[in-house]
């Protein structure tokens, strides 16, 4: 991996070099004070924190005002083109391409703003950057004082910016003007009267994306995407640079990875409206269905791991691997009823869990589909996972009929096994004659190149409208000198190498464990929450109606399927409204303190349960779980270390490994309460999961500062 103050130098624009962050100059500075300086003293922390966060505002007074200046520079050419096609509207010269000729420097102008958005993301990296090594080196958590102490600023230099008044006032004429200019679109008047018409413009469409990447506003599919838990480039796509892995995109290897992901969740919630029944038929307790349900979450804690090794070499052997393993195991799960071995149900979960291909169907997403569809490959996963929940118990509520064929039982209990296990070997034969392969990335030095080497998670896609800096005055000679003094090639080259050892992949999960900050397992803390809250009110659902509402197998697959489908409605809502005007971590929290409400709304009190308590807790637990889900991905994307975006033990993984692992244990506590009476249950299982919420709360209220 190219380390980014290497990669700052190569890619910056050299006439604005000396309006770049002193990337360099900075982290001499850290590493000065990691080894001269004594912090054993409170005077001694705080003098060379303000030192620091002083030579931060210069930094960034220094980026500001250049944005200031190249953007009224940007404004009077749109000022000078504006006036000049006037002139030629009215005067209607003989030359007739005139239009191409504005079109041509519409279109340049827009380039250059691009160009200038490019610069700032730049700058906004390498201040995260720059914030992190001092809180690893320094060992003081400089980001959470930096931030609080300027978000809220009157005279924030950066909040002002990146409201970006003057840039989409630029987006604006570039947008009319380009429209009108287009020769199918000459009847067009005005790009307010057809909003939806000049979208399409490429050049718009980049400003725009890098925009959205400088701020926290996000839309429906970004949102979305969230959930999927995919690395990102760590260093900004520079304009106009090509995807290079363009040719590799294969859109049917993409179909039949979604696919996968769909018939996974479906086989995963099929069973969950007749679990305890089928519990029953064997002679065990109702509440055993907290076993055959989690036996597949078990083996997933497993398969996940080899899983992911795998996708370093290949995407298809593990598929076919995956689909195997889920054919017999959902064949044993249906012949164990005839069997009357509860042994051999078990056994048929457990061989469905470790044909999880989860992290697979993420890999191929990242690796092997071109940025500019990644979000929408993104969304897709996503999509299919809810969907698939949906579906699950909507299917099994389908499947009631009794019925004997060549001495095997076809009912409610053994059809969820014989569908999927149709499912499956139709998938196997779609897939041994549809997929292709991608080549793999060519090995140098031990580690892959292309796109995968560049692959990391993004430190710094939202937090760029938080690093608020105070107005100061700069001298940018006595930086510049600090900078040039003692810059000889050997040097260079040292803190490079240092630096790009420090960006090699975890081989280990411990090595994994020892990377992981605090603002990063608060972050895996809240997902095992939001996993074991989802995981208990899915689970204990067709026992507790039951119980309490004499519901059948066809109520509770109702019920479950309605919930699945409110996956997607409310993403929709979050992503295209709520967090264009809220905070990243504000709905986190709010998210946790729903979740938290929708437990106790659940308990079983002195009073009638009644069937509008249990669903109002129920749809509240869920919908919170769910915006839960994405907003905190996309957080833990940006405080985890980019060592943790490549190899085998990746980011995805541990949070993974974290959701299945809460899944485990929240099956486990169904079981374990049902050693008690069957009144009991609810409260029991609700109990924990409150206390997990709360825990959740005050430590995301801990590390509230740094979640940006």
């Known amino acids: 991996m190219v380390a980014f103050g290497k990669k700052l130098r190569e890619q910056r624009v050299s006439e604005w070099k000396d309006y770049y962050i002193s990337y360099k100059m900075m982290k001499k500075k850290v590493k000065y004070y990691s080894q001269h300086g004594d912090f054993n003293t409170r005077e001694d922390r705080q003098r060379v924190l ?75 990296i390498g201040l995260r950057k720059i914030l992190k090594k001092f809180d690893k080196h320094i060992g003081y958590r400089l980001t959470d004082y930096y931030v609080s102490s300027r978000s809220n600023h009157p005279y924030s230099q950066l909040q002002q910016v990146f409201k970006h008044v003057g840039i989409g006032a630029m987006v604006g004429a570039l ?53 999927a838990m995919l690395m990102k480039d760590e260093f900004p796509r520079a304009p ?32 969950v409206p007749t679990a305890d029944k089928y519990a029953l038929s064997m002679g065990a307790a109702p509440t055993l269905c907290g076993v055959i349900i989690g036996a597949m979450a078990v083996a997933q804690l497993v398969s996940s791991v080899y899983f992911s090794a795998w996708s370093n070499t290949s995407y298809f052997r593990p598929l076919i691997f995956s689909s195997v393993m889920l054919f017999m195991g959902n064949l044993l799960y249906a012949i164990a009823y005839d069997c009357n071995s509860l042994s051999l149900l078990l056994v048929g979960r457990l061989l469905c869990g470790l044909g999880s291909a989860r992290a697979v169907n993420r890999r191929y997403i990242s690796d092997c589909v071109p940025l500019k569809s990644r979000l929408q490959a993104s969304a ?100 510049t000198e600090i900078e040039d003094e003692n810059d000889v090639e050997g040097e260079r080259e040292e803190d490079d190498a240092s630096e790009d050892n420090s960006k090699q992949p975890a081989n280990s999960i411990r090595e ?9 397992k608060v972050q895996l803390l809240i997902y095992f929450m939001l996993k074991y809250a989802v995981e208990v009110l899915i689970s204990e659902s067709s026992v507790v109606t039951s119980f309490y509402f004499h519901w059948d197998v066809r109520n509770v697959a109702i019920f479950l399927a309605l919930l699945g489908l409110t996956v997607l409605p409310v993403n929709a809502v979050v992503g295209s409204c709520l967090s264009n005007i809220f905070e990243d971590r504000q709905i986190l929290l709010a998210a946790e303190i729903l979740t938290c409400v929708g437990v106790l709304v659940s308990f079983s009190g002195p009073f009638h349960y009644t069937i509008v308590q249990y669903i109002a807790g129920a749809v509240l637990i869920f919908v919170s779980a769910e915006v839960l889900e994405g907003v905190n991905l996309s957080l833990l994307s940006k405080v985890m270390s980019s060592r943790l975006a490549r ?12 959701g299945t692992l809460a899944r485990v244990i929240a099956d486990g506590t169904i079981t374990v309460a049902g050693y008690l009476r069957e009144d009991k249950l609810l409260n029991a299982t609700l109990f924990p999961t409150f206390v997990i919420g709360i825990v959740s709360v005050v430590a995301t209220l801990f590390t509230y500062n740094s979640m940006f």
Request: glycine letters at 6%.
């Open 380 to 479: 897709g996963f996503v999509s299919a996972s809810a969907l698939g929940m949906a579906a699950g118990p909507a299917l099994a509520g389908v499947l009631e009929f009794n019925k004997k064929f060549v001495g095997m039982t076809f009912n409610a209990n053994t059809l969820p096994g014989w569908a999927m296990a149709i499912c499956w070997i139709l998938y196997l034969a779609w897939l041994s004659v549809s997929f292709k392969e991608p080549a793999r990335p060519i090995e140098v030095d031990g580690s892959t190149s292309g796109r995968q080497s560049r692959l990391a998670i993004e430190q710094s896609d939202a937090e760029e409208g938080m690093l608020q800096p105070l107005n100061s005055s700069y001298d940018s000679r006595e930086e």
């Open 240 to 271: 106009g640079e090509e995807d290079v892995q363009e040719e590799q995109y294969h859109l049917m290897s993409l179909i039949l990875n979604l696919a996968n992901t769909f018939l996974y969740m479906v086989n995963t919630y099929i069973i």
């Open 647 to 658: 190899g085998t033990f990746n980011g995805g993984l541990l949070s993974t490994e974290a």
């Open 512 to 520: 994994a464990y020892n990377l992981l900050t605090l603002p990063v």
């Open 50 to 124: 303000k030192e620091f966060s002083s030579m931060l505002d210069r930094q960034i007074e220094k980026i500001v005002l250049f944005l200031i200046v190249r953007q009224g520079d940007l404004a009077e050419r749109l000022r000078k083109l504006g006036a000049e096609r006037e002139r030629c509207e009215k005067e209607q010269p003989a030359d007739l391409d005139w239009r191409d000729r504005f079109r041509d420097a519409y279109n340049d102008v827009g380039k250059d703003l691009l160009k200038l958005l490019y610069f700032v993301e730049v700058n906004a």
């Open 175 to 227: 947008t009319r003007n380009l429209s009108e200019l287009e020769e199918h679109r000459k009847s067009l008047t005005s790009i307010y009267d057809y909003p939806d018409v000049p979208a399409r413009l490429p050049i718009v469409e980049s400003i725009k994306a890098a925009q959205e990447r400088l701020t926290n506003s996000t839309n429906f599919l970004q949102f979305l995407g969230q959930h």
